[in-house]
T-cell receptor, first 113, second 115 residues
Framework: AQSVTQLDSQVPVFEEAPVELRCNYSSSVSVYLFWYVQYPNQGLQLLLKYLSGSTLVESINGFEAEFNKSQTSFHLRKPSVHISDTAEYFCAVQKAAGNKLTFGGGTRVLVKP | NAGVTQTPKFQVLKTGQSMTLQCAQDMNHEYMSWYRQDPGMGLRLIHYSVGAGITDQGEVPNGYNVSRSTTEDFPLRLLSAAPSQTSVYFC??????????????FGPGTRLTVL
């Protein structure tokens, strides 16, 4: 079975500062990794994903995540956050040959002016 | 393309009442699933289906039933609601075919309160 640990439940950050959200996973088989974002009172939207190939993946709104197989991590970073990045972020893992997603507990990001 | 739709958006039940949460998708996805979201616990899988007529249990199935009579619809039934089922429920769907289509699409959620 897979498991996901998001090491920070809340991350306050000032506008235009960098942010890093940490995600570690456990699995005995190859996995796909995902970051989802949930804006207040909304559903989940895919932010970015790693399936194979380059270990650094980027989103259209400036986030990036790096798959590190040796450290079993998939940390999410943004060099300069905006107020609109205030949301909850979920890391998730799926077996490469499977369908079920396993989620971490989520990290709430609060961007302060 | 409406994507994944869920109804109702909000629901209040009394303990012991039953109800059905509706989920529909118009993307012809084979795989559909139900999750519940509770603070600090992320999303946990309740039930899933890989196609019409095929369902299976996820991580937290107790107190919930599902059926899949069509590709488009995947309703979740609460047989006898309990306060522990107060949560936000999300439906999701994805295609089964191929690695590069492995994105799950989520509905907007149903916020359920059981008194």
């Amino acid at each position: 079975a897979q498991s996901v640990t998001q090491l920070d439940s809340q991350v306050p950050v000032f506008e235009e500062a960098p942010v890093e959200l940490r995600c570690n996973y456990s699995s005995s088989v190859s996995v796909y990794l995902f970051w989802y974002v949930q804006y207040p009172n909304q559903g989940l939207q895919l932010l970015l994903k790693y399936l194979s190939g380059s270990t650094l993946v980027e989103s259209i709104n400036g986030f990036e995540a790096e798959f590190n197989k040796s450290q079993t991590s998939f940390h999410l970073r943004k060099p300069s956050v905006h107020i609109s990045d205030t949301a909850e972020y979920f890391c998730a893992v799926q077996k490469a040959a499977g369908n079920k997603l396993t989620f971490g507990g989520g990290t709430r990001v609060l961007v302060k002016p | 393309n409406a994507g994944v739709t869920q109804t109702p958006k909000f629901q209040v039940l009394k303990t012991g009442q039953s109800m059905t949460l509706q989920c529909a998708q118009d993307m012809n996805h084979e795989y559909m699933s139900w999750y519940r979201q509770d603070p600090g616990m992320g999303l946990r899988l309740i039930h899933y289906s890989v196609g019409a007529g095929i369902t299976d249990q996820g991580e937290v199935p107790n107190g919930y039933n599902v059926s899949r009579s069509t590709t488009e619809d995947f309703p979740l039934r609460l047989l006898s609601a309990a306060p522990s089922q107060t949560s936000v429920y999300f439906c999701a769907s994805k295609t089964l075919a191929g690695a590069y289509t492995d994105t799950q699409y989520f509905g907007p959620g149903t916020r359920l309160t059981v008194l």
